[in-house]
Every structure is written in C-alpha cells, then in structure tokens.
T-cell receptor, first 113, second 112 residues
Framework: DAEITQSPRHKITETGRQVTLACHQT?????MFWYRQDLGHGLRLIHY???????NKGEVSDGYSVSRSNTEDLPLTLESAASSQTSVYFCASSPGPGPYEQYFGPGTRLTVT | GENVEQHPSTLSVQEGDSAVIKCTYSDSASNYFPWYKQELGKRPQLIID?????GEKKDQRIAVTLNKTAKHFSLHITETQPEDSAVYFC???????????FGAGTTVTVRA
C-alpha cells in the first residue's frame, strides 16, 4: 500500500548540531509539506515543495532548509539545532494541482538539549 | 497570508451531547476548508472537508457548515462518543495555492 513515512521517529540532539529528518511518500504526490507542532500553536508550516527542484519557505522557516531531488522525498535539515526547535515534526503530501486532502506522516519527536 | 482562528481551545461534553467548534479565516478567496482529528500520539487525519461552492456537508454524526460572507466555518459532532475525544484542527487553503493554514486546535473531551 502507498504510504508516507518519517524517520527517525524520535531524536535527541545537542544544540549546534546539524540534524536531518527524512520524509518519504510512495503516492507519487507532487506536493509535500513540513510542519512543526507545538502546544498552543497548532500546525505551523516550515517549508513546502510543489515538485522536483521546487522549494518554498513557510511561516516559520528560519533555521530550516529542504531540498527536493525526486518526487518521493523531502528531507528537512536543521542547520544548527537550537532548543527552540524542540518540537514534533510532521511531513505531509497531497496530489496537485487543486485543493486536496493532505496526508500526514507519523511524526518525528525532536528534542534539542 | 491566511489567518485562521479557532474556538474554543478546549471543550468538554457529556456523552451523547453535541459539540461545536468554530473557525474564522481572513482570506476571502480561500476555497477549501478541511477538518482534521488528531488522537493522542497519532498523526492528524482528515475527517471532513468542504469547498466554497457548498454551504453544508454531512457524514454520519459529523457536519461542517460554511458561511463565506462572514468568513467562518464550523464543525458539528452529534451524539458524541468517547472515541470522539481528540484534538480537532480546522484549516483553510490559501487562495491560488495548495498550502493550508491551521487553527490552533480544540481539545475535545467526551465525559462518560
């Protein structure tokens, strides 16, 4: 069955380290999104992509980067992890174009100490 | 950009009663409004959505209404059951775009 996966599911890292979170989907969706979820803030968009080689900044993109070299993957990189980036990260995908449901991955819980 | 406000932030209801969650949005050109349910420790999952050419949509015990003039939409859950306990998020799609802007969420607790 087609699916969307994230790895690792849990990660503890130290301040200043570079961290990469993986997101992989097998639906062949053009659109992929990264969100962070914090209490009281809901889901906030970090970066998104509408196709290979396309990347865009979301509302909370500072300190994060993404790259899209193929349809299936959108890795999220924290260039220099900060304690403020401790959060649960969700990847999502949707078919394009048009308004469609976004399908979420299982999430990655990241702790920056 | 789109700004979505969601109320209330918490809601406690007796089993069998109804629950209503309301959201407002700022971009009058938004045309897609999904609702997601997130159980503890799980991923958000779509439960119902509505598009701007429809005023109301029902799916068993769940219904969503949309008032484009007032720029608000609501989720109605009837005959609530313990399994309805979760966090519910509303969202609105940016105009001419595929991004979603989410509300802050409503924690619903159904008391037995």
């Amino acid at each position: 069955d087609a699916e969307i996966t994230q790895s690792p599911r849990h990660k503890i890292t130290e301040t200043g380290r570079q961290v990469t979170l993986a997101c992989h989907q097998t639906w062949n969706h053009n659109n992929m999104f990264w969100y962070r979820q914090d209490l009281g803030h809901g889901l906030r968009l970090i970066h998104y992509s509408y196709g290979v080689q396309d990347t865009n900044k979301g509302e909370v993109s500072d300190g994060y980067s993404v790259s899209r070299s193929n349809t299936e993957d959108l890795p999220l990189t924290l260039e220099s992890a900060a304690s403020s980036q401790t959060s649960v990260y969700f990847c999502a995908s949707s078919p394009g174009p048009g308004p469609y449901e976004q399908y979420f991955g299982p999430g990655t819980r990241l702790t920056v100490t | 950009g789109e700004n979505v406000e969601q109320h209330p932030s918490t809601l406690s209801v007796q089993e069998g009663d109804s629950a209503v969650i309301k959201c407002t949005y700022s971009d009058s050109a938004s045309n897609y409004f999904p609702w997601y349910k997130q159980e503890l420790g799980k991923r958000p999952q779509l439960i119902i959505d509505i598009r701007s050419n429809v005023g109301e949509k029902k799916d068993q015990r769940i219904a969503v209404t949309l008032n484009k003039t007032a720029k608000h939409f609501s989720l109605h859950i009837t005959e609530t059951q313990p399994e309805d306990s979760a966090v519910y998020f509303c969202a609105a799609q940016y105009s001419n775009d595929y991004k979603l802007s989410f509300g802050a969420g409503t924690t619903v607790t159904v008391r037995a």
